[in-house]
């Protein structure tokens, strides 16, 4: 419905608009948090530049990747290669990477309130910063999990022993053989719980957590509810961004907020529910932080 309207990218002065999200943070009756890529990257968790010269510069040198994305589909010659990359890539993005302040700032802000998170993201930082597990959504997969390459069944399996396993045995870019993992009841190789295809296994964690967000969606579809979105960008709009304008426009007590640097947007349609920021999600979060603690420390 919305692929031919106009698209409005600022709702007024950001402060503003700032101090309006506030309120809405304060009033709503239950927040949909959706975060994309944005959320990580304002996080300090970048695929590319200094932080990807530091863990892959002899990947750079070798092979010309530029960043950890594109890293990601290079056709590596060999096994060994292939899970030289992927074990290093998840142990700095999903074991090593400290939780970022953003998402420790998101949680703080929405504690004690109804919220449901749904997240394109997969280095595991909602959980990692406390966030409440039965709230979550993952919908793309999770550097933590691998499943059967082909697939012939609909498991997953945590990899967190056999990653540190890879990269402390890795050795010119490649792990030792017998490390290579394969599917335990087929005996392919394993591959990434990550949605790049049509072989991505949704296994039973999955489904439970979408049930969850489908039932927490259809308790507050006619209350005030804040669908605040989270640097989420253009590639996979179908999954957050056009579900919360779409739910936006058929709930007139619905507010719908984004925040994110450079791409932040709402249909023209939606503009008088909207709250548009284009501003660093981590600089907002922590400005209406401030502002909570300003407002509670005044006399009353």
Known sequence: MFFKTSICTSTGNCWEQTERLAQELET?????????????????????????ERYFS????????????SGGFYPYPTLEEYWAWWS????????????????????ELIRGKE?????TNVDHQFQRAGFDKQRLFYTQGDYGLWQCSKPCHQTTYDNE????????????????TELIPRCPVCGAPMTMNLRIDLSFVQDQGWHRASDRYQEFLRRY???????WEL????????????????????????????VNLGESAC???????????DRDIGAVLQRLLQGRSASSAQPE
């Open 88 to 107: 290093r890539q998840i142990f700095v993005n999903r074991y090593a990477a400290e939780v970022g302040k953003p998402y420790r700032d998101l949680l």
């Open 58 to 69: 002899d990947f750079r040198e070798k092979y010309g990747i530029r960043d950890m994305y």
């Open 221 to 227: 579809r006619k209350g005030h509810i804040l669908f």
């Open 231 to 258: 640097g989420v960008g253009s590639n996979t709009p179908v999954i957050i961004k056009y579900p919360f304008w779409k739910m936006t426009a058929q709930n007139p007590r619905a507010v719908y907020a984004c």
């Open 115 to 119: 919220y449901f998170v749904i997240t």
């Open 28 to 52: 709503a009756e239950a927040i949909v948090i959706g975060a994309g890529a944005g959320m990580s990257t304002s996080a300090g968790l970048a695929y590319d530049g200094e932080r990807f």
């Open 267 to 277: 249909p023209q349609d939606l503009k008088s529910q909207a709250i548009c920021l």
């Open 161 to 176: 022993a056999a990653v540190r396993r890879m990269v402390e045995e890795q050795q010119g870019m490649k792990i030792p």
